[in-house]
C-alpha cells in the first residue's frame, strides 16, 4: 500500500515564502515524474511545477523565477519552495506522483492550503 502525505501549506503575506513537501511510503520499486498542482474554487486543477528522476524540470509561466521544484529519491519526498508570493497563488496545493509499485499509477496527495493575504 501506498501513501502520499502533504505538508507545509499555511498563511503568509505578500512577498512571503513557504514551503511544500510532500512524502510518499510503501512499497514502492521507484517513483517516475513528480508534480505539483493547485486549484482555486472554479477554476481547473492546473500544473505548477514537474520534475523527472533524470532531474528535469518544467514549470507552468506564473512559476518560473519565484517557485524552485526539488526531490530528493533516497526519502521519495518532491518539494516546492514559493517565493515572492502573491494572492493570486492563494489555493489548494496537490502533488501528483508517478509511483512503480506492483503496478505504475499515479498517486495524489490530500492537498495543502496556501493563502497569501495581508
Known amino acids: 500500500q501506498v501513501q502520499v502525505v502533504e505538508s507545509g501549506g499555511g498563511l503568509v503575506q505578500p512577498g512571503g515564502s513557504l514551503r511544500l513537501s510532500c512524502a510518499a511510503s510503501?512499497?514502492?520499486?521507484?517513483?517516475?515524474?513528480m508534480s505539483w498542482y493547485r486549484e482555486t474554487p472554479g477554476k481547473q486543477r492546473e500544473l505548477v511545477a514537474s520534475?523527472?528522476?533524470?532531474?528535469?524540470?518544467n514549470y507552468a509561466g506564473f512559476a518560473k523565477g519565484r517557485f524552485t521544484i526539488s526531490r530528493d529519491n533516497a526519502k521519495k519526498t518532491v518539494y516546492l519552495q514559493m517565493n515572492s508570493l502573491k494572492p493570486d497563488d492563494t489555493a489548494v496545493y496537490y502533488c501528483?506522483?508517478?509511483?512503480?509499485?506492483?503496478?505504475?499509477?499515479?498517486?495524489w496527495g490530500q492537498g495543502t492550503q496556501v493563502t497569501v493575504s495581508s
Open positions: 501528483n506522483l508517478e509511483v512503480i509499485a506492483v503496478f505504475k499509477r499515479t498517486y
Open positions: 520534475i523527472r528522476n533524470s532531474g528535469t524540470t
Open positions: 510503501g512499497d514502492i520499486f521507484a517513483i517516475g515524474v
